[in-house]
């Protein structure tokens, strides 16, 4: 079943979350992820609006937890967590 790896990030340093954009952005698709939503306007209906969401559609919630343990993308993560704070989650469709 489909599963969607969802990202709400307050990007700290903007130029030191760069790296990160092009590190995970060529992660995902070798894992078999697809963008759906990656940083556009958000409307707030309830509660604080997010800085930044990200929404990566996966085949499964397995394929999307094996993508973010694998070593490429702990790699990214690295940098993100130096750069940004947020919460990241699975979604089973």
């Known amino acids: 079943m489909t599963a969607y790896l969802v990202a ?7 130029a030191a979350y760069e790296p990160y954009k092009k590190m995970a952005g060529e992660s995902i698709p070798r894992h078999g992820g697809k963008f759906i939503v990656r940083g556009g306007r958000t409307v707030a209906l ?25 070593p490429d993308y702990q790699a990214a993560v690295k940098v993100r967590q130096k750069a940004s704070k ?8």
């Open 8 to 14: 709400e990030i307050e990007v700290t340093d903007a």
């Open 46 to 70: 309830e509660g604080e609006k997010p800085k930044r969401i990200v929404v990566v559609e996966f085949p499964s919630v397995e394929a999307a937890e094996k993508f973010y343990h694998s």
């Open 86 to 93: 947020g919460r990241l989650y699975i979604v089973e469709a």
